[in-house]
């Protein structure tokens, strides 16, 4: 089966998950900063892709600012809206959780995958909405920096 990636940009941004610009960077990284001192999220809204088929992955480009090694936790949260339903009648599907052991090395980008095993039964050309959180009070979350998210793309399969 083949694959395909769509990129994602957040519609959201709740908890000082601000939108931000490398400093002092030859050209213009953007990336959206979730703070080690606090719970912080950032919304995805976006239709399915007409040939999505299923095995959804949420992939996350990052780097932690401080350059403290340890796990770093996230979770992404789905909700799909069909053709029909009501929106504000419908809810967030279970939390799906992904960990990564981060390096002491500042600005050294990693590959998170969090795969989407709860993803509200999405369908090609449904309107989807995606949760992606950090808690940093997380037992499992033992990085004391904050992360950097440049890029956020979801691989699925096509039909």
């Known amino acids: 089966m083949s694959t395909e990636s769509l990129p994602l940009m ?3 941004i709740a908890g000082d998950a601000m939108d931000n610009q490398v400093p002092n960077a030859d050209v213009p990284l953007r990336f959206l900063r979730f703070p080690k001192e606090r719970q912080t999220e950032a919304i995805f809204q976006f239709m399915a892709p ?3 088929a299923s095995g959804a992955v949420l992939n996350l480009v990052y ?3 401080d350059g403290e090694a ?3 936790r996230v979770t992404a949260e789905v909700m799909a809206v069909s053709n029909g ?3 504000n009648a419908l809810s967030f599907d279970t939390a799906n959780a992904a960990t990564d052991t981060v390096e002491a090395t500042v ?3 990693n590959l998170l995958a969090i795969t989407l095993t709860n993803a509200d039964s999405v369908a090609a050309d449904d309107l989807v909405l995606i949760r992606l959180r950090r808690t940093p009070e997380n037992a499992a979350d033992t990085v004391d920096a904050d992360m950097r ?3 956020v793309d979801l691989e699925y ?3």
């Open 10 to 12: 957040p519609c959201l």
């Open 50 to 52: 007409s040939n999505y």
């Open 63 to 65: 780097d932690t600012e």
């Open 70 to 72: 340890g796990d770093i």
């Open 85 to 87: 339903e009501l929106a």
């Open 107 to 109: 600005g050294e980008t």
């Open 149 to 151: 998210v440049f890029l």
């Open 157 to 159: 399969t096509i039909a």
